[in-house]
């Protein structure tokens, strides 16, 4: 039995893969913000006889605290996770800075997924074959990184924002896979194409508009998620790979650069020191 966290798992891709993943007698762990959504998910796992393997942790990610604590509540229940499914994301079309100081897009799709796959770097060392799975995208072949405006103060779109966050999990992916001794989990970045999903967000008028116009040609979850569970089974032996909408995508791109990377890394730690001393 293998012990698997969903982020998102109560919408979309998220909530498709946990159900499968409970089905198949997995012990999987939920956290999303929303208490009803997740009770939801506890009742239904108690009507198939799951209960005992149903977990579910409130929690808004866009916040470093509240990352913070899933990571120390997740150490102090399980003694060990095996896969690590980073779904939460959240598309809007205003600019909205948490109660921390951050822009939400950055927070919630970047800084969070940096925050649990190092947090849980540990408990995965203790699983056999741990893997990270980050389902993001589209990353590669989006514009470029904001590096002197990596919260968008200026000028700020939500399709830039969004387009920017696969980019910036693309080099996430690199650091972390760049020291394999010390983190022995694959990390795995997957772009599964347009899905049929409720494609959270708040959005204005125009966007609302074009989103309904990708829900109609896009694929049902259910195509998306045997390809995920297929490599979340049998991670390539590579400490990194990438794969979009099935292909795999060479590292050898620009989108992965080893020193974006590190520059993106250096960032992110005295983005996280400075909110350290300020808690």
Same mark, same amino acid.
């Given at each position: 039995?293998?012990?698997?966290?969903?982020?998102?798992?109560?919408?979309?891709?998220?909530?498709?893969?946990?159900?499968?993943?409970?089905?198949?007698g997995d012990?999987?762990?939920? *956290?999303?913000?929303?208490?009803?959504?997740?009770?939801?998910?506890?009742?239904? &796992?108690?009507?198939?006889?799951a209960?005992?393997?149903? @977990?579910? *942790?409130?929690?808004?990610?866009?916040?470093?605290?509240a990352n913070?604590?899933?990571?120390?509540?997740?150490?102090?229940?399980?003694?060990?996770?095996?896969?690590?499914?980073?779904?939460?994301?959240?598309?809007?079309?205003?600019?909205l800075?948490?109660?921390?100081? *951050?822009?939400?897009? @950055?927070?919630?799709?970047?800084?969070?997924?940096?925050?649990?796959?190092?947090?849980?770097?540990?408990?995965?060392?203790?699983?056999?074959?741990?893997?990270?799975?980050?389902?993001?995208?589209?990353?590669?072949?989006?514009?470029?990184?904001?590096?002197?405006?990596?919260?968008?103060?200026?000028?700020?779109?939500?399709?830039?924002?969004?387009?920017?966050?696969?980019?910036?999990?693309?080099?996430?992916?690199? !650091? @972390?896979?760049?020291?394999? !001794?010390?983190?022995?989990?694959?990390?795995?970045?997957?772009?599964?194409?347009?899905?049929?999903?409720?494609?959270?967000?708040?959005?204005? %008028?125009?966007?609302?508009?074009?989103?309904?116009?990708?829900?109609? &040609? %896009?694929?049902?979850?259910?195509?998306?998620?045997?390809?995920?569970? #297929?490599?979340?089974? !049998?991670?390539?032996? #590579?400490?990194? !790979?990438? @794969? &979009? #909408?099935?292909?795999?995508?060479?590292?050898?791109?620009?989108?992965?650069?080893?020193?974006?990377?590190?520059?993106?890394?250096?960032?992110?730690? #005295?983005?996280?020191?400075?909110?350290?001393?300020?808690?």
């Amino acid at each position: 039995m293998k012990t698997v966290v969903v982020t998102g798992g109560t919408s979309g891709i998220g909530q498709a893969l946990a159900n499968t993943c409970l089905g198949r007698g997995d012990q999987v762990v939920v *956290i999303a913000p929303d208490p009803v959504k997740g009770k939801k998910y506890l009742d239904a &796992a108690q009507k198939s006889g799951a209960a005992d393997r149903a @977990f579910f *942790i409130e929690a808004d990610l866009s916040l470093v605290s509240a990352n913070r604590r899933v990571i120390a509540e997740i150490e102090d229940r399980f003694e060990a996770v095996d896969v690590l499914v980073l779904c939460a994301r959240y598309f809007r079309s205003r600019r909205l800075v948490t109660s921390e100081g *951050i822009e939400h897009n @950055f927070a919630l799709y970047y800084l969070s997924r940096y925050l649990l796959g190092y947090g849980l770097a540990d408990l995965m060392n203790k699983a056999e074959t741990p893997v990270v799975m980050n389902i993001a995208g589209p990353g590669v072949g989006a514009p470029g990184i904001h590096w002197n405006d990596l919260g968008l103060e200026r000028g700020y779109d939500g399709w830039s924002a969004m387009f920017q966050g696969g980019r910036l999990n693309d080099l996430l992916g690199v !650091s @972390f896979a760049e020291d394999g !001794s010390a983190r022995r989990a694959r990390y795995v970045l997957l772009f599964p194409g347009g899905t049929r999903t409720g494609f959270a967000g708040e959005f204005d %008028a125009v966007t609302a508009a074009h989103i309904d116009r990708m829900k109609r &040609a %896009a694929q049902p979850v259910e195509f998306t998620v045997p390809p995920i569970l #297929e490599i979340v089974d !049998s991670p390539p032996r #590579e400490p990194l !790979s990438a @794969f &979009a #909408e099935g292909t795999p995508l060479s590292l050898l791109r620009p989108a992965f650069d080893k020193g974006a990377a590190a520059r993106l890394d250096s960032i992110t730690r #005295e983005l996280l020191r400075e909110k350290a001393g300020a808690s």
